[in-house]
Nanobody, 124 residues
Framework: QVQLVESGGGLVQAGGSLRLSCAAS????????MGWFRQAPGKEREFVAAIRWSGGSAYYADSVKGRFTISRDNAKDTVNLQMNSLKPEDTAVYYC?????????????????WGQGTQVTVSS
């Protein structure tokens, strides 16, 4: 079992920044690829960003490329999502997820563990 707890969400104006964090506990964190997903009201949960187990490579959805940065600290069992130049369409609940594959994963069904989510609201 891996437990994931997100933090850092909140209300921000368009153009602003937020930094989300996800703290992991349980099994060896460094064995897992990590990802961030988001779900807006009435929409499907969608992929945002992923990072492989070593942190050596990352992958982003086109909608956030150049604005968001995913990073991880295996010594602290944390993964972060730095979000810059936020837009109202980034408003959603953001979820942290862990994939036992270790390699980059973009599909929801590749992730085994999920956090409870943190709300991000971007006002125009």
């Amino acid at each position: 079992q891996v437990q994931l707890v997100e933090s850092g969400g909140g209300l921000v104006q368009a153009g602003g920044s937020l930094r989300l964090s996800c703290a992991a506990s349980g099994r060896t964190f460094s064995n897992y690829a990590m990802g961030w997903f988001r779900q807006a009201p009435g929409k499907e949960r969608e992929f945002v960003a992923a990072i492989r187990w070593s942190g050596g490579s990352a992958y982003y959805a086109d909608s956030v490329k150049g604005r968001f940065t995913i990073s991880r600290d295996n010594a602290k069992d944390t993964v972060n999502l730095q979000m810059n130049s936020l837009k109202p369409e980034d408003t959603a609940v953001y979820y942290c997820a862990a994939s036992p594959r270790g390699m980059l994963a973009v599909a929801r069904n590749q992730y085994e563990y999920w956090g409870q989510g943190t709300q991000v609201t971007v006002s125009s």
